[in-house]
């Protein structure tokens, strides 16, 4: 199993930036897939970006040029930096790692854009 750690959530104001991390713990050598993926209110879950292992990174057409997904595999670690945010880009954001048997989601942090 693998478990997935959040952290880096907090409230910024508009046009300010944010970086997320995910620490993976586990049989974490199952993973070939790393993502990121946003919940707002009253809305469903999205993808931000995702990174997969020999295909480099795959972002939603609004993060483009604002997000960066990255991943240190020595840390476990992936990361999503988040700059220009705006109110629409307030939610809670999910970890997530896909591989041949796994599918884990963290818990969330919650990133709040608001002056």
């Known amino acids: 199993q693998v478990q997935l750690v959040e952290s880096g959530g907090g409230l910024v104001q508009p046009g300010g930036s944010l970086r997320l991390s995910c620490v993976a713990s586990g049989n974490i050598f199952s993973i070939n897939t790393m993502g990121w993926y946003r919940q707002a209110p009253g809305k469903q879950r999205e993808l931000v970006a995702s990174?997969?292992?020999?295909?480099?990174?795959n972002y939603a057409d609004s993060m483009k040029g604002r997000f960066t997904i990255s991943r240190d595999y020595a840390k476990n670690t992936v990361y999503l930096q988040m700059n220009t945010l705006n109110p629409e880009d307030t939610a809670v954001y999910y970890c997530?790692?896909?591989?041949?048997?796994?599918?884990?989601w963290g818990q969330g942090t919650l990133v709040t854009v608001s002056s």
């Open positions: 990174l997969t292992d020999g295909h480099g990174a």
């Open positions: 997530n790692a896909v591989g041949p048997f796994t599918d884990a």
